[in-house]
């Protein structure tokens, strides 16, 4: 079983909803990372936080708006998306990410369809 | 720019042969290299790293991975494959310096089949 816990498994929603992805990791890691996926491609990243704090942006859509209220909780807050944004979204988070020597923990993912 | 390739989109073995799953990479400085395995509607999995020391690194469930610095290869072995084995497998380099620090770089994936 994954470390990481990731909420919900699958989620639906139309392109005028507002919805939240949620990630959590109880290892003491201090980096927490946003990735999307589509199908059997790599993970592609999107934020990074460190000690709390967003330290990367890739240039990601502003309807994407991440969160991490503490060093366990990351979210990841969906507005007016379109179709071409359903995906799997990956949590992971590492010890620092400034360990450069410590992998990923990947959650398992949720599944967004929109529609 | 740091880059990974991983040259064959499929890898078919029979159970019980050896496999290899090829990775060939770009990166400045020293290569902190990573192998992770994709179950079907699964996050990706850590299996072995490579940061430094000796050349054959073992990970989790039989497999290892030889470095080869000249040939800037991180090849992933297995001496007997496995029908569970059956996944698609990444290859990473971590960044480490400038707009790539802490960055993970991956492989476009092989799709490992095992036939009984």
């Known amino acids: 079983d994954t470390e990481v816990t990731q909420t919900p498994k699958h989620l639906v929603m139309g392109m005028t909803n507002k919805k939240s992805l949620k990630c959590e990791q109880h290892m003491g890691h201090r980096a927490m990372y946003w990735y999307k996926q589509k199908a059997k491609k790599p993970p592609e990243l999107m934020f990074v936080y460190s000690y709390e704090k967003l330290s990367i942006n890739e240039s990601v859509p502003s309807r994407f708006s991440p969160e991490c209220p503490n060093s366990s909780l990351l979210n990841l807050h969906l507005h007016a998306l379109q179709p071409e944004d359903s995906a799997l979204y990956l949590c992971?988070?590492?010890?620092?990410?400034?360990?450069?020597?410590?992998?990923?923990?990947f959650g398992n993912g949720t599944r967004l369809t929109v529609t | 720019a740091q880059s990974v390739a991983q040259p064959e989109d499929q890898v078919n073995v029979a159970e019980g042969n050896p496999l290899t799953v090829k990775c060939t990479y770009s990166?400045?400085?020293?290569?902190?290299l990573f192998w992770y395995v994709q179950y079907p509607n699964r996050g990706l999995q850590f299996l072995l790293k490579y940061i430094t020391g000796d050349n054959l690194v073992k990970g989790s469930y039989g497999f290892e991975a030889e470095f080869n610095k000249s040939q800037t290869s991180f090849h992933l072995k297995k001496p007997s494959a496995l029908v569970s084995d059956s996944a698609l497998y990444f290859c990473a380099v971590r960044g480490v310096y400038n707009t790539n620090a802490g960055k993970s770089t991956f492989g476009d994936g092989t799709t490992l089949t095992v036939k009984p």
């Open positions: 992971a988070s590492s010890q620092g990410s400034g360990a450069f020597n410590s992998p990923l923990h």
């Open positions: 990166v400045s400085g020293n290569p902190y």
